[in-house]
T-cell receptor, first 112, second 113 residues
Framework: DQQVKQNSPSLSVQEGRISILNCDYTNSMFDYFLWYKKYPAEGPTFLISISSIKDKNEDGRFTVFLNKSAKHLSLHIVPSQPGDSAVYFCAAVGFGNEKLTFGTGTRLTIIP | EPEVTQTPSHQVTQMGQEVILRCVPISNHLYFYWYRQILGQKVEFLVSFYNNEISEKSEIFDDQFSVERPDGSNFTLKIRSTKLEDSAMYFC???????????FGDGTRLSIL
């Protein structure tokens, strides 16, 4: 099941710079997308979401962009901070459904 | 901030034994979920539960699995006869009437010997 893909297993970014995490999906029935952050030995923590009727949603240092025609979304973190070092999961859900379909995650490391 | 809590954090069980994983969802949430993550793999949906019944389940959630909300606060996942391949991290999640976002607990690591 490769409906949600995160092609970069890891990413390293200097503190203070922008982190860009990418996610692609194949199922055109997905209409709501979420980003979760996960620290070791903890559960996924909700960060930010976007509905398919929008192309951008911003919350503080976090911005999610959605390109429906390309079936692509990205999470921008600016400025990046050491506490942002974690695994980031993209997830998607279809209209009327409840289950989240997750990507494989991207491990983000912020270098001080 | 309200949290989803899961117990135990680690459960070790002999193959063939029954196991019950427990969760206390966020108190005003109405929708409850179980997911699992086998080591090195994706987080996978197991089941969703609303209004005291299963609303959606995956093909993983076979007859060996069951869920229950025995009282107003707990939500449990039971595996009747565990198999080696049931070894995974099991996450409970809950959400309010808007379905999303789902808020996750810290998980129970289930190890089947």
């Amino acid at each position: 099941d490769q409906q949600v893909k995160q092609n970069s297993p890891s990413l390293s970014v200097q503190e203070g710079r922008i982190s860009i995490l990418n996610c692609d999906y194949t199922n055109s029935m997905f209409d709501y997308f979420l980003w979760y952050k996960k620290y070791p030995a903890e559960g996924p923590t909700f960060l930010i979401s976007i509905s398919s009727i929008k192309d951008k949603n911003e919350d503080g240092r976090f911005t999610v962009f959605l390109n429906k025609s390309a079936k692509h979304l990205s999470l921008h973190i600016v400025p990046s901070q050491p506490g942002d070092s974690a695994v980031y999961f993209c997830a998607a859900v279809g209209f009327g459904n409840e289950k989240l379909t997750f990507g494989t995650g991207t491990r983000l490391t912020i270098i001080p | 901030e309200p949290e989803v809590t899961q117990t135990p954090s680690h459960q070790v069980t002999q193959m063939g034994q029954e196991v019950i994983l427990r969760c206390v969802p966020i108190s005003n949430h109405l929708y409850f979920y179980w997911y699992r993550q086998i080591l090195g793999q994706k987080v996978e949906f197991l089941v969703s539960f609303y209004n005291n019944e299963i609303s959606e389940k995956s093909e993983i959630f076979d007859d060996q699995f069951s869920v229950e909300r025995p009282d107003g606060s707990n939500f449990t996942l039971k595996i009747r006869s565990t198999k080696l391949e049931d070894s995974a991290m099991y996450f409970c999640a809950s959400s309010d009437q808007g379905f999303q976002p789902q808020h996750f607990g810290d998980g129970t690591r289930l190890s089947i010997l």
